[in-house]
């Protein structure tokens, strides 16, 4: 069984930054193979796409709404990736989930991930 645990979220001002994790694991076993991706959910909105990044790390994807201020990366000997974020704005205030796809194909969507972590608060003060 798959089990992301994501941590790092916390309250900072505007322009200001935090970088979150999400470890990985299966039951045991080594975590490898899976595509993981960042998304994020601010009450009354549906859970959006953020980032997302190939197992090998070869690959990476953003919303237009983050590209620049953002990075996804990841460190495979540690099973854990993450999410740097900077220059945040208020509008990036939501709690932030981890999802893994056992597919690498590049999915933007919330139905395209079989594994989710149960997030955590980011809230950017103006």
């Known amino acids: 069984q798959v089990l992301l645990v994501e941590s790092g979220g916390g309250s900072v001002q505007a322009g200001g930054s935090l970088r979150l994790s999400c470890a990985a694991s299966?039951?045991?076993?080594?975590?490898?193979?899976?595509?993981m991706g960042w998304f994020r959910q601010a009450p009354g909105k549906e859970r959006e796409f953020v980032a997302t990044?190939?197992?090998?790390?070869?690959?990476?994807h953003y919303a237009d709404s983050v590209k620049g201020r953002f990075t996804i990366s990841g460190d495979n000997p540690k099973n854990t990736v993450y999410l740097q974020m900077n220059s945040l704005k208020p509008e990036d205030t939501a709690v932030y989930y981890c999802?893994?796809?056992?597919?690498?194909?590049?999915?933007?969507?919330?139905?395209?991930?079989?594994?989710w972590g149960q997030g955590t608060q980011v809230t950017v003060s103006a």
């Open positions: 299966e039951g045991g076993r080594a975590f490898s193979g899976y595509r």
């Open positions: 990044i190939s197992w090998n790390g070869a690959s990476t």
């Open positions: 999802a893994a796809s056992p597919n690498n194909l590049v999915v933007l969507i919330p139905a395209g991930y079989t594994y």
